[in-house]
């Protein structure tokens, strides 16, 4: 009977490890950059990790790109080979219709070209929150304020001092307006999602599939991975695993409870 238990768990974790998603920090994704925001062109005002401030008018909401290639085999939110994303990397560039080479990696890492390990997973945490709050599927449908308000939320998760809280119009990082007829709705916006991810607690909802796309240099994105869930052959044997096991551990007492009384 413990061969049986044995021979169960392995098929438990086995089936368990086939049903994650095959992607893994040496995963790779080929994919060229279609566009960069969906929103307006804002003014990101923030402190380099070096302590260096700066101010730059960037594009905000949500971006695109097509992939190519690469060795990744999870299936990116989007449309065909087209995936949708957002910058998480306020100190890198990228460029319009040009091709990278990305590293999958958790979303925790994010950044790590230019924040020494990464974001982190307590900012990992916040982003999910809000997303899993928000936009819990990328490919949901959005306005450009929408867009943009998550973008801005993003990157204050991202840049802003811990030590500051969350506010888009002041602190370490905040953002001011060009020309732009719906700022003040975008901030507005933004503000009421910081707010939200400030006192959020452990059961707030989560994004699922929440990766980062990373590449030395240039600007690192989030991505959101198609969750597929297991085949129906897949669940009978994982039914079937649990089902020995709990059977094995159901006869187990009796099996020393018989023991005892022989002796």
Not at 114 to 120: C, D, P, Q
Request: aromatic content about 8%; proline content about 5%; hydrophobic content about 45%.
């Amino acid at each position: 009977m413990h061969r049986l238990r044995s021979v169960a768990l392995i098929l438990i974790l086995g089936l368990a490890g086939a049903c994650m998603g095959t992607g893994a920090s040496a995963a790779t994704v080929i994919a060229t950059l279609n566009s960069v925001g969906t929103g307006n062109t804002i003014t990101m005002h923030a402190v380099r990790p070096n302590g260096t401030p700066f101010a730059s008018q960037v594009l905000n909401g949500l971006a695109t790109l097509t992939r190519t290639g690469g060795t990744d085999t999870q299936q990116l939110v989007g449309s065909g080979n087209s995936f949708f994303a957002f910058c998480v990397e306020p100190f890198e560039d990228a460029v319009l219709n040009s091709t990278y080479s990305y590293t999958v990696d958790p979303l925790a890492q994010a950044g790590k070209s230019s924040i020494a390990g990464g974001i982190g997973v307590g900012k990992a945490l916040q982003i999910s929150q809000l997303f899993g709050q928000f936009a819990p599927s990328l490919s949901m449908p959005m306005t450009a304020v929408q867009a943009s308000a998550l973008q801005i939320a993003l990157w204050e998760i991202v840049s802003e001092s811990s030590s500051n809280p969350f506010d888009v119009t002041s602190g370490n990082t905040y953002f001011s307006t060009p020309a732009s007829s719906n700022f003040s709705q975008v901030i507005a916006q933004a503000q009421t999602y910081l707010n939200y991810v400030s006192t959020a607690n452990g059961s707030a909802p989560l994004a699922q599939g929440l990766q980062a796309l990373t590449v030395a240099g240039k600007q690192d994105f989030l991505v959101q991975a198609v969750i597929v869930a297991p085949e129906p052959g897949t669940w009978m044997m994982l039914i079937l695993g649990f089902g020995l096991v709990g059977h094995s551990l159901r006869r187990r007492p009796r099996a020393v409870a018989t023991h005892g009384a022989v002796a």
